[in-house]
């Protein structure tokens, strides 16, 4: 069987979804910025499981992780795997690039891009500009999730992109009736690039029409105070709830439950969380941004929103529900099941 080393943080949820699907093909090994899930040391022996202890921050300047080049480097080489795998390409990705150009060892190298890696950090100066362009340079192969991150990957380098979804492992099963018309879900982070502020003004012009509406948070972040306080200002305390983070089982209680799913970052990829909405029948209410466009079609099957998007736009799409759950049900099953896109992704690379 042969050898993949997987490298990123293995707390994550992404993570967690690729070790999963990756064990039922490879000997899996699995070196973590941070710590380990439980659910990867469920599935990973615990002698192919490598902690650094480092925190990664998704804005950069983590030195830190390179402190790790020589621990890392050695980690490998005892290995020998035939592939190295890294996630979030201007940390783990730069770290791995590094150990393939400076040591000459044969492994194959695959640069997954997850969102802002590839459309927020390369364009904040030349100098990200650069560490990108040399970690893409250096890959194998490149993996994204939206024919518009693939767009952009290949402005960059001329690198091999493999494009899939990091979907879901199966349709759930799920009833229309268990919706809750006045029901408004969000579960993105509470900061910056997630707009939650907006995501409260909005709900704000719905509950004026809509006295009977509730929104759940479940997330966290660190604008959660600012966000807190928001909301009393503006009079909603009593009906917007924040949950903090939820178990996986709460989870999918509340997409059950709730009939809309408000997700307005300013910049993303394709979302699993609104992958996992759209599976459970909700109607989403997204940003204009190009990745979400590939999933929604405005006033079809859910809205794209805007800064006077209210509650008009969301009664035309209520008296049409039925149709919306059935059509985000079928678009998700056709385009979005994980196990599909690892077989399919395991064929390609094992052709490098």
């Given at each position: ?300 099957n859910g809205i794209i929103y805007y800064s006077e ?18 059509e985000n049900r079928r678009i998700v099953a056709q ?11 395991v064929e390609i690379i094992n052709k490098l």
């Amino acid at each position: 069987m042969k050898k993949y080393i997987i490298i990123g943080n293995a707390q994550s949820v992404h993570m967690i979804k690729w070790v999963k699907q990756l064990v039922n093909y490879f000997d899996v090994y699995v070196i973590s910025s941070t710590g380990t899930h439980k659910d990867i040391q469920a599935v990973v022996k615990d002698s192919n499981i490598f902690n650094l202890n480092v925190q990664v921050k998704e804005e950069g300047g983590n030195t830190g992780l390179l402190r790790k080049y020589n621990k890392v480097r050695k980690i490998i080489k005892k290995i020998d795997p035939d592939f190295v795998n890294s996630h979030y390409i201007t940390s783990h990705g730069f770290l791995a690039a590094l150990i393939k150009k400076t040591t000459g060892l044969k492994f194959k190298l695959i640069q997954s891009a997850w969102g802002s890696d590839i459309l927020v950090t390369p364009f904040k100066n030349r100098f990200y500009y650069g560490i990108t362009k040399f970690c893409l340079n250096s890959a194998d192969l490149a993996t994204s999730d939206s024919e518009y991150m693939t767009k952009v990957l290949n402005g960059i380098s001329p690198v091999e992109v493999s494009t899939f979804i990091f979907g879901i492992d199966r349709l759930p099963d799920v009833d229309i009736s268990e919706k809750d018309e006045n029901l408004f879900y969000s579960n993105r982070i509470i900061s910056g690039n997630y707009n939650i502020d907006e995501v409260i003004r909005f709900f704000k012009r719905v509950s004026e029409i809509n006295p009977d509406a509730e929104l759940l948070i479940s997330n966290d972040g660190p604008d959660r105070e600012k966000i807190v306080n928001l909301t009393k200002e503006l009079g909603l305390d009593n009906r917007v709830i924040f949950k903090g983070f939820v178990s996986l089982e709460a989870q999918v209680a509340l997409y059950k439950r709730a009939q809309f799913y408000i997700s307005i970052p300013t910049s993303d990829s394709t979302s699993v969380s609104l992958i996992e909405a759209m599976a459970f029948g909700c109607i989403p209410v997204v940003s204009d941004i190009p990745a979400n466009k590939e999933w929604i079609k405005n006033s079809e099957n859910g809205i794209i929103y805007y800064s006077e998007t209210g509650f008009e736009e969301l009664q035309n799409l209520l008296k049409n529900k039925d149709t919306v759950f059935k059509e985000n049900r079928r678009i998700v099953a056709q385009r979005a099941i994980f196990p599909e896109s690892i077989k399919k992704y395991v064929e390609i690379i094992n052709k490098l």
